[in-house]
């Protein structure tokens, strides 16, 4: 199974208090020791992630109405799917995860402190979404060396790519492979700290908007000008 190594997890203390569901400036200007907590949890907390990157290179065979129809028999289904992959000859499906042991700290140090709790939760969250957002850069670089492009990130739960269907579909193309992300009967990924994307690429695919234009939080989310 083929796997990423060594990705750079670039994360700082804005990056935590967004993980948090945090503005960093409000934090800064209003609640000093919410940041000083999280530089805490920073500090504390990287040391326990365990990233891993494991990804799968399928062949686009054909695409049919709303259904992008891969080799050994696995598919991507819907409209998002079709609007971004009509052009990929190529897709890449990712589960990127930071595993258990930063979960468990958090668990384990609610009780006595419930907010560096939380930071470190933050610390867990701001750190899959930058492993993620490494590997994706890993293969957009990939790609263009050769004079392709890929597609915007495609997770589940964005707009028309439900989280029932896209799971399913990330976790089947896998065939069994030991995965060190499972996935439960309702569609969450264990560990928890973990996401699952696609990009596509080939020599003719376009490039369409960015990914807040098709996130279900677009018309609230305060981080767009980050992103």
């Known amino acids: ?33 919410i940041v000083q907590i999280a530089e805490e949890a920073l500090r504390d907390g990287f040391p326990l992630l365990e990233p891993q990157v494991i990804y799968k290179e399928l062949h686009v065979e054909k695409v049919i109405h709303e259904n992008v129809l891969l080799e050994e028999g696995g598919k991507f289904s819907g409209k998002l799917i079709t609007q971004h992959l009509a052009k990929a000859q190529r897709v890449y499906a990712i589960i990127c995860t930071v595993g258990t042991t930063i979960e468990e700290y958090a668990a384990e140090i609610w009780n006595e402190s419930a907010t560096l709790s939380l930071a470190i939760d933050g610390v867990g969250s701001a750190a899959v979404e930058a492993l993620s957002n490494a590997a ?21 739960g964005m707009i028309d790519w439900n989280v029932e269907d896209g799971q399913k579909e990330i976790f089947q193309v896998f065939n069994g492979d030991h995965l060190p992300v499972t996935l439960t009967p309702n569609m969450v990924m264990m560990p928890r700290k973990s996401l699952s994307t696609i990009i596509g690429t080939g020599p003719d695919l376009e490039i369409i908007g960015r990914i807040c234009d098709y996130c279900a939080m677009r018309d609230f989310c305060r981080y767009q000008e980050h992103y």
């Open 1 to 33: 199974m083929p796997k990423l190594e060594n990705l750079e997890i670039d994360i700082d203390v804005d990056a935590v208090l967004r993980g948090q569901g945090a503005d960093p400036a409000i934090m800064r200007a209003r609640r000093p020791a």
């Open 136 to 156: 994706c850069r890993y293969f957009e670089t990939k790609e263009q060396e050769q004079g392709w492009q890929t597609s915007i990130p495609l997770s589940p």
